[in-house]
Nanobody
Framework: QVQLVESGGGLVQAGGSLRLSCAAS????????MGWFRQAPGKEREFVAV????????AYADSVKGRFTMSRDNAKNTVNLHMNSLRPEDTAVYYC?????????????????WGQGTQVTVSS
């Protein structure tokens, strides 16, 4: 069983920055593929970023590419999402997720465990 706890959400003005963190339990964290997803009110959950364990590669949604950066610290069992140049349309609940497979999936249904989410609100 894997438990995930997100932190770092909050209210920020457009153009500002936030860093989200996700702490994971589990003995094989370094072998997890980790993803960030977000869900705005009335919308479906959407992919934001992923980092695979096999080659530590990252991938991003087009809407955040160049503004968001995902990283992982296997020694601390955490992943981070650095969000810069935030826009009002980035407002959502952000979720951290674990996929025990090695492929860097971008579909929510392929993830096995989810955190409780953290709210990010960007004001205009």
């Amino acid at each position: 069983q894997v438990q995930l706890v997100e932190s770092g959400g909050g209210l920020v003005q457009a153009g500002g920055s936030l860093r989200l963190s996700c702490a994971a339990s589990g003995p094989t964290f370094s072998r997890y593929t980790m993803g960030w997803f977000r869900q705005a009110p009335g919308k479906e959950r959407e992919f934001v970023a992923v980092i695979s364990w096999l080659v530590d590669s990252t991938a991003y949604a087009d809407s955040v590419k160049g503004r968001f950066t995902m990283s992982r610290d296997n020694a601390k069992n955490t992943v981070n999402l650095h969000m810069n140049s935030l826009r009002p349309e980035d407002t959502a609940v952000y979720y951290c997720a674990v996929r025990t497979g090695s492929r860097a999936a971008v579909v929510a249904a392929e993830y096995d465990y989810w955190g409780q989410g953290t709210q990010v609100t960007v004001s205009s």
